[in-house]
C-alpha cells in the first residue's frame, strides 16, 4: 500500500517561503510523473506543479510559475516544492499526487495516489 505524507506547511507572511515536502512509503516502484495540487475553501482542486522521472521535465500553473519550483529525489523516493514570494491567494491545502505512468499532469483524476495534504496559510 503506497502513502504519500506531506510536511511542512504552516503560516507565513506574504512575500515569504515555505518548502513542502512529500515522502512516499511502502512504494515498490517509482512513478512516472509527480505533482503537486492545492485545494482553497469553496474551489475545486487546481494543479500548481509537476514533474516527470528524470527531473529535466518540469511543469507549473501560470500562478505560480517564476515563484514556485518542484524537484524530486527518486533514490530517496522524496518529492520536494519550494514556494518563494509567497501571495495571500496562495492559502490551500497542498496535495501531493503520484501517477506511475505518463498522464495529462493538471488532470487530478489521473492520479493514482495522493497524500493528505498540508495547510498552507500567507497572511497580508
Known amino acids: 500500500q503506497v502513502q504519500l505524507v506531506e510536511a511542512g506547511g504552516g503560516l507565513v507572511q506574504a512575500g515569504g517561503s515555505l518548502r513542502l515536502s512529500c515522502a512516499a512509503n511502502?512504494?515498490?516502484?517509482?512513478?512516472?510523473?509527480r505533482g503537486w495540487f492545492r485545494q482553497a475553501p469553496g474551489k475545486e482542486r487546481e494543479f500548481v506543479a509537476a514533474?516527470?522521472?528524470?527531473?529535466?521535465?518540469?511543469y507549473y500553473a501560470d500562478s505560480v510559475k517564476g515563484r514556485f519550483s518542484i524537484s524530486r529525489d527518486n533514490a530517496k523516493n522524496t518529492l520536494s516544492l519550494q514556494m518563494n514570494s509567497l501571495k495571500p491567494e496562495d492559502t490551500a491545502l497542498y496535495y501531493c499526487?503520484?501517477?506511475?505512468?505518463?498522464?495529462?499532469?493538471?488532470?487530478?483524476?489521473?492520479?493514482?495516489?495522493w497524500g493528505q495534504g498540508t495547510q498552507v496559510t500567507v497572511s497580508s
Open positions: 499526487a503520484d501517477a506511475r505512468g505518463v498522464v495529462v499532469y493538471t488532470i487530478p483524476a489521473l492520479y493514482e495516489y
Open positions: 511502502g512504494r515498490t516502484f517509482t512513478s512516472y510523473t
Open positions: 514533474i516527470r522521472w528524470s527531473g529535466d521535465s518540469t
